[in-house]
């Protein structure tokens, strides 16, 4: 069986690691932010451009602070997204972006550690 070749670095995704922090008066669980988070990017991009941002959401999940993994030329959006999001299960919430970085090692290092 033939082996397929690498793909090249210019071809491959560029993902960051956006990690974000839930500001709130009391805690709020991970999966109802899960849910928070893909319905308000539903809402400000549509279903069609949610595919084209490549979003995934982390179980990262510590401090009310989460990760999310995104292609870099998606970043503002995702960023623009977040800033929509005002309640979560009917309780006011801010999220906040509080770094982004280009490998998963180096945002547990420096946000969860």
């Given at each position: 069986m033939k082996r397929l070749k690498p793909l090249s670095s210019t071809i491959k995704e560029k993902n960051r690691y956006l990690?974000?922090?839930?500001?709130?008066e009391n805690?709020?669980?991970?999966?109802?932010?899960?849910n928070a988070i893909k319905?308000?990017?539903i809402n400000f991009v549509g279903n069609l451009d949610l595919a084209r941002l490549n979003l995934f959401i982390l179980d990262n999940?510590?401090?009310?602070?989460?990760?999310?993994k995104v292609e870099r030329e998606h970043l503002?959006?995702?960023?623009?997204?977040?800033?929509?999001?005002?309640?979560?299960?009917k309780e006011p919430v801010i999220l906040k972006v509080i770094g982004v970085s280009g490998t998963i090692n180096?945002?547990?290092?420096k946000?969860?550690?």
């Amino acid at each position: 069986m033939k082996r397929l070749k690498p793909l090249s670095s210019t071809i491959k995704e560029k993902n960051r690691y956006l990690v974000y922090k839930v500001i709130s008066e009391n805690e709020v669980d991970f999966s109802s932010v899960k849910n928070a988070i893909k319905e308000g990017v539903i809402n400000f991009v549509g279903n069609l451009d949610l595919a084209r941002l490549n979003l995934f959401i982390l179980d990262n999940w510590k401090d009310q602070k989460g990760i999310l993994k995104v292609e870099r030329e998606h970043l503002d959006t995702i960023r623009a997204c977040l800033i929509w999001i005002r309640k979560i299960n009917k309780e006011p919430v801010i999220l906040k972006v509080i770094g982004v970085s280009g490998t998963i090692n180096k945002v547990k290092k420096k946000f969860f550690s």
